[in-house]
């Protein structure tokens, strides 16, 4: 993909040692990776979200008791009677309580399926975890296996200086 024009260079000097990380705690790295990944706090967003609707259908469970008052002064004031041409104040105040039977009855199936959604959503989450888990410990034995691997090739590499110096000094 490079340019015909384009200058290549070498990027890294694969010929010196390698800086092998520290690893560091298995259990440390999990935790990390699964904090930093967006997915698991959108699920936790889910599931408060799915929690406080369950708790929000719950008031469809019990009455709903209003509250009102208004006050007018006007000229004619319709609550009045007969109608007159003068100002004149009037007020009312009142209570009302409502209870809809139907939603009562739809709202305890309705929390349960929240419930399952929410408990679907935990599933998940942990699910996530897991699958965050495995792809850290995927990660980790592959570093283990290069640091086992840059340590062979060491090994190899003495042994073949060692088998040169030994035939240069038989040769001369």
């Given at each position: 993909g490079a340019a015909p024009d384009e200058e290549l260079a070498i990027g890294e000097d694969v010929r010196g040692d390698v800086n092998v990380p520290e690893l560091?705690?298995?259990?440390?790295?999990?935790?990390?990776?699964?904090?930093?990944?967006?997915?698991?706090?959108?699920?936790?967003?889910?599931?408060?979200?799915?929690?406080?609707?369950?708790?929000?259908?719950?008031?469809?469970?019990?009455?709903?008791?209003?509250?009102?008052?208004?006050?007018?002064?006007a000229s004619p004031n319709p609550r009045i009677f007969p109608q007159s041409e003068d100002f004149r104040f009037?007020?009312?105040?009142?209570?009302?309580?409502?209870?809809?039977?139907?939603?009562?009855?739809?709202?305890?199936?309705?929390?349960?399926?929240?419930?399952?959604?929410?408990?679907?959503?935990?599933a998940d989450r942990i699910s996530l975890q897991h699958r965050v888990r495995l792809e850290v410990l995927g990660a980790y034995q592959a570093v283990t296996l290069a640091q086992s691997a840059i340590g062979t090739s060491q090994q190899g590499v003495e042994a073949a200086e060692?088998?040169?110096r030994v035939r240069k000094d038989l040769f001369a």
């Open positions: 560091g705690d298995f259990d440390e790295l999990a935790q990390r990776a699964a904090g930093r990944r967006g997915e698991l706090k959108a699920i936790d967003s889910g599931i408060r979200a799915k929690e406080s609707l369950r708790r929000a259908e719950a008031s469809a469970l019990v009455p709903r008791v209003s509250a009102f008052a208004t006050a007018e002064y009037t007020w009312a105040a009142g209570v009302q309580v409502t209870w809809i039977i139907n939603e009562s009855l739809v709202a305890k199936d309705t929390r349960h399926r929240i419930a399952a959604e929410t408990d679907e959503l935990r060692e088998g040169y």
